[in-house]
Nanobody, 119 residues
Framework: QVQLVESGGGLVQAGDSLRLSCAASGRTFSNYGMAWFRQAPGKDREFVARISGSGDSTYYADSVKGRFTISRDNAKNTVYLQMNSLKPEDTAVYYC????????????WGQGTQVTVSL
């Protein structure tokens, strides 16, 4: 497993942008598929985006497609989530997660970072 620490959350207005970062420990970061999830108050945690270990494959939830971009820098052991055109419904705690294989679930999670989007 890897240890994950998110940062970059905050309070913004609708239409603004934020970039979240997730720093990972360990020397084999490129072996891990990474993802972002989010959980709004009173709701289940939901998938936002994922990226392959090499960074050449990405996938997004329909709700964020075209507005959010996931990327990674394996030299820095960091995955990013660039969030543009933010909406109040994007308000949630955002978590990054890691997995070694698509055959297993995400089994390493960060502590989360709060994103609040006001009107």
């Amino acid at each position: 497993q890897v240890q994950l620490v998110e940062s970059g959350g905050g309070l913004v207005q609708a239409g603004d942008s934020l970039r979240l970062s997730c720093a990972a420990s360990g020397r084999t970061f490129s072996n891990y598929g990474m993802a972002w999830f989010r959980q709004a108050p009173g709701k289940d945690r939901e998938f936002v985006a994922r990226i392959s270990g090499s960074g050449d494959s990405t996938y997004y939830a329909d709700s964020v497609k075209g507005r959010f971009t996931i990327s990674r820098d394996n030299a820095k052991n960091t995955v990013y989530l660039q969030m543009n055109s933010l909406k109040p419904e994007d308000t949630a705690v955002y978590y990054c997660a890691a997995r070694l294989s698509i055959l297993v679930g995400y089994n390493s999670w960060g502590q989360g970072t709060q994103v609040t989007v006001s009107l």
